[in-house]
């Protein structure tokens, strides 16, 4: 795939959280998606838990924090926690629900060319389904030098063996077209699918250490629904 069409579908990936914002807010926020109401959105949070462990002082930086759930349950958490996303309408709408988080604008380009950006440093970084393009290795990069000596980054994403489908397990752009949501989204969304070997050589190639994986299962099927890698 050529420079020209990765850019294209990036800028298309981009367009869609700001023309889907208020669809996925109502999705998430009434928990119209089973695989998070079931599993995910309580894997990651404890995750973070984990890490957090009971620490008062945790600074965490929720990127692709979307309508903010998850930064708000990291302050419930005890950390003083920054949600970041490229989508304006998402920021307001987290900004609104209160909660005791801070919000910031912020593309992720930004963070990977400007190191006084979301400076930090920040304890704990999470990107919860949130690596949606192809080019993760410079903002995984870019992460890791925004974190102390102690620090950890969390990135859950859908699991590759079960987000394969019937196309082939390879590393490509797909397209979500909200087909299964009962409500109407006004714009698809192309995604990136990575396989779990491209996700490990990501992030070994932004010289990060993968300290942990997780496979949370779904309860009746026993199938894979999404993967959690520690990174530090």
Known sequence: MTDKTSFAQRAALERSWTSNAAAWTTAVREQAIPSRRLVTDAAIVAACERVI?????????DVGCGEGWLTRALVRLGAHALGMDASAPLIDTARAAGGGAEYACVAYEQLE???TVLAGPYDLVVCNFALLDDRVTPLLSA?????PSSGVILVQTVHPW???GD???EDGWRTET???FERAFPSPMPWYFRTTGSWLS???EARLV?????EPIHPQTKKPLSLILELC
């Open 202 to 204: 990501a992030a070994r």
């Open 167 to 169: 196309g082939p397990y």
């Open 143 to 147: 992460l890791a030098r925004r974190l």
């Open 162 to 164: 079960a987000a394969v």
């Open 178 to 180: 909200w087909s299964a």
């Open 113 to 115: 060319s400007d190191a």
């Open 53 to 61: 462990d009971g620490r008062r002082d945790v600074r965490a930086l």
């Open 210 to 214: 993968v300290d942990r994986l997780d």
